[in-house]
Nanobody, 125 residues
Framework: QVQVVESGGGLVQAGGSLRLSCTAS????????MGWFRQAPGKEREGISC????????YYADSVKGRFTISRDNAKNTLYLQMNSLKPEDTAMYYC??????????????????WGQGTQVTVSS
């Protein structure tokens, strides 16, 4: 049984940084596409950064490009999201997701199979 768990969320002032972590049991990261998504109140869940295993492609949404960095430590089976220069509009529940590798996978919610429960990020102005 696959279980995905996020951690690292919290309250931070605008301009600050946070690092989110995601661990997964029941699967090894090799051969899996991994991604970070977020959902703000009243909004749809959006893909903000995804890593495609087949070709190493990394995607960033325009809203986070240059500020967020996705990385993974396969030895620890952990995915990270380093978030710098945080803005109040980054406030959301952040989710980690995984899916079996697919060469044409996009960073879209419906393309991912395994999900964590989320970790809340709140950025104060």
């Amino acid at each position: 049984q696959v279980q995905v768990v996020e951690s690292g969320g919290g309250l931070v002032q605008a301009g600050g940084s946070l690092r989110l972590s995601c661990t997964a049991s029941g699967l090894t990261f090799d051969g899996y596409d991994m991604g970070w998504f977020r959902q703000a109140p009243g909004k749809e869940r959006e893909g903000i950064s995804c890593f495609r295993w087949s070709d190493g492609n990394t995607y960033y949404a325009d809203s986070v490009k240059g500020r967020f960095t996705i990385s993974r430590d396969n030895a620890k089976n952990t995915l990270y999201l380093q978030m710098n220069s945080l803005k109040p509009e980054d406030t959301a529940m952040y989710y980690c997701a995984a899916a079996n590798s697919y060469s044409f996978r996009r960073c879209r919610e419906y393309e991912y199979q395994y999900w964590g429960q989320g970790t809340q990020v709140t950025v104060s102005s």
